[in-house]
């Protein structure tokens, strides 16, 4: 028998984006939830209309997708408009903490329902009555029809409704429908000519595939393993620190987004020990004034290039953020998802990035006679991701949510995150000329736990041995644990006792004695690890020597502290300023240097020798 006809229209290339993720796992994590309250005497049958109302005004709301045979995407199908079923709940017998939690329980039950993307409906809608002047509305919508800015957009929409309803009035506009900018999408998408030429020579010139992506996760886990799930801890600013933070924004010509987005860069950075970083930043989709008050999935995240050496000061590094920002918006819809550099899932499933910043602004309320509107929690996934950072500003109040993959992450991690942003975003905020180095990263709480909680009375024991002599106790007992991890690479505690032994008998061959400094100008790394312990077991002292340090302050440290012998790699070495100093490059000198003994040294540095060597940033005058 031969199949009816379908009418349908191409996904836009959002859509088929997630389309491909949701092939991939659930449609749990990618949805687009809203609770909007009501204050005031609200008719409810007037409310039940105006639903309807919106649902016919706006085709998205009432779109499903229906996938033919030998199609790889779905077709966008538009019902026929029908009444909009509002499922009602009764709470106004309880008390206000037990509404509370019904509130919050229909809708955790909601977020756990799937959508039947072929049938639908993918608009969903509940309203629970707490008094008779106070309903809270409940909304969700499958991704694939909603982004954040259309929860927003519904909100006034749905008051406009409910106004027009009340009044008697007429609709006198035509909404702009979601099929027909899907189509102008994907021509902007396909487009050859020179309007969309220079957007994409913009993305070409990021070279976004030569960097590798934070991961902050400790985690591995095979991508057919993958079940992406989603939780979000909610960390309310200090009113005294946003204040802080939104005054300093405007004294350095930035934004409270720019700042928060800056902070977050600087602590990925310091926590992953990476210079250049991605991060994904949700941009609305909504360059052309027409398309503000459209409803449906126009949102896309964008990568974001950042280069963050240690010596770089706050205010330069927002100043960098603003910039990135701007140009990543005037060229967003010259991007394209296929060039996304990022963790690639198994099969079909498109590339992502790991690491993510929304900023969201909460909407005006929307009064309707006497009855009040106010959307005052709404939140879209629109892609997948490991950590997202996304704030909230509510007026003079800002949320912090950190939004994270359950399989990837604990909500311990997550507390100390949490804790280690507002540590930084304070530090940014009393000294913006401070450099990414200089930045405080831990809490008064974690440094508390660091400090004392980790380093008990009992630890007596630990304090009458050297640091290299309580390693190598540990090589014995654990000597096939992991010791250190870097960029995929790791070492064992035998493997890293192995060579830092090996390396330690080649310095002492090179002349070194105890209290002598050993330049490390080395990245964070493998080697970096090898070589501080190394310079510790030949009884040296260690000078750190970033690579990204300018050449006439690596100059000044190298004569201040009269290093005799430098340890770094063969190309970097050619990075040094002129020095007299004796260069040992781990990766071409190393084949000599593995043929020496590699068992522990019963002769060795004692507690009393010099252990390492650091400068101060130089922020106030010289090093010293």
Not at 52 to 71: A, K, Y
Not at 499 to 514: E, I, K, S, T
Request: hydrophobic share 40%.
């Amino acid at each position: 028998m031969p199949q009816r006809a379908i009418e349908g229209f191409r996904l836009s290339p959002q859509q088929a984006r997630l389309w491909l993720l949701l092939q991939a796992d659930s449609d749990a994590a990618y949805r687009a939830d809203g609770v909007i309250t009501i204050e005031g005497d609200l008719d409810c049958e007037l409310l039940a209309l105006a639903m309807t109302d919106v649902v016919r005004r706006h085709e998205i709301l009432r779109t499903t997708f229906r996938q033919l045979p030998g199609m790889r995407f779905p077709l966008q199908v538009i019902s026929p408009p029908e009444v909009q079923e509002l499922h009602r709940h009764d709470l106004s017998a309880a008390a206000p903490e037990r509404q509370q939690a019904e509130v919050d329980r229909i809708r955790a039950e909601a977020s756990t329902m799937p959508f039947d993307l072929e049938q639908g409906p993918l608009f969903r809608l509940a309203l629970a009555q707490l008094s008779s002047k106070r309903h809270v509305l409940l909304m969700q919508l499958s991704s694939l029809c909603a982004d954040a800015a259309t929860l927003r957009n519904l909100a006034r929409e749905i008051s406009r409704c409910y106004s027009i309803r009340t009044t008697g009035g007429e609709h006198r506009d035509e909404p702009l429908q979601y099929a027909d900018c899907a189509e102008w999408l994907n021509e902007l998408q396909e487009a050859t000519d020179d309007p969309m030429a220079d957007g994409r020579a913009y993305w070409k010139l990021q070279d976004l595939q030569a960097l590798s992506l934070s991961r902050l996760s400790s985690r591995e886990q095979s991508s057919l393993e993958r079940s992406f799930s989603v939780r979000r801890m909610t960390l309310d600013l200090p009113s005294d620190l946003f204040e802080a933070v939104a005054k300093r924004a405007a004294e350095c010509e930035s934004s409270l987004p720019m700042f928060l987005l800056a902070c977050w860069q600087i602590l990925l950075a310091r926590l992953s020990g990476q210079s250049q970083l991605v991060v994904g930043c949700v941009y609305d989709g909504r360059v052309q004034d027409e398309l503000q008050s459209a409803l449906g999935l126009f949102a896309r995240h964008l990568p974001l290039r950042c280069h963050l050496p240690q010596h770089l000061p706050f205010r330069e590094v927002l100043n960098q953020v603003t910039e990135s920002w701007r140009e990543a918006r005037r060229w967003q819809d010259a991007f394209s998802g296929k060039d996304i550099p990022g963790v690639r899932g198994g099969g079909s499933q498109p590339a992502f990035i790991p690491v993510c910043f929304e900023f969201e602004e909460q909407a005006d309320s929307q009064a309707v006679a006497d009855v009040t509107f106010s959307l005052v929690d709404h939140h879209s996934c629109i892609d997948q991701f490991e950590l997202k950072l996304r704030a909230v500003q509510r007026g003079s109040s800002l949320s912090l949510e950190l939004h994270y993959d359950t399989e990837l992450f604990s909500d311990d991690e997550m507390d100390r995150l949490s804790e280690r942003f507002v540590t930084v975003a304070s530090a940014a905020a009393r000294c913006p000329d401070a450099s990414v180095a200089e930045l405080e990263v831990l809490g008064h709480a974690e440094r508390r736990r660091v400090l004392f909680d980790f380093n008990p009375a009992g630890a007596e024991e630990f304090s009458r041995g050297t640091i290299h002599r309580l390693f190598e106790q540990q090589a014995v007992q654990t000597p096939d644990r992991i010791a250190v991890v870097c960029g995929g690479r790791r070492l064992t505690y035998a493997e890293l006792n192995a060579r830092a032994n090996q390396l330690a008998h080649y310095l002492r061959r090179c002349g070194l004695r105890p209290d002598v400094p050993v330049g490390l100008f080395l990245p964070r790394s493998l080697d970096l690890a090898v070589a501080v312990m190394g310079v510790l077991k030949a009884g040296g002292a260690w000078l750190p020597l970033d690579p990204n340090y300018p050449k006439d302050r690596l100059a000044f440290l190298l004569a201040d502290a009269t290093v005799p012998v430098l340890v770094t790699h063969e190309v970097l070495a050619r990075e040094l300023p002129q020095q007299s100093a004796r260069t040992v490059a781990l990766d071409a000198d190393w084949s000599s240097t593995s043929l020496l003994d590699a068992a522990d040294n019963e002769a060795g540095p004692e507690r009393s020798n010099l252990a390492y060597v650091v400068y101060t940033s130089g922020s106030t005058g010289g090093p010293k």
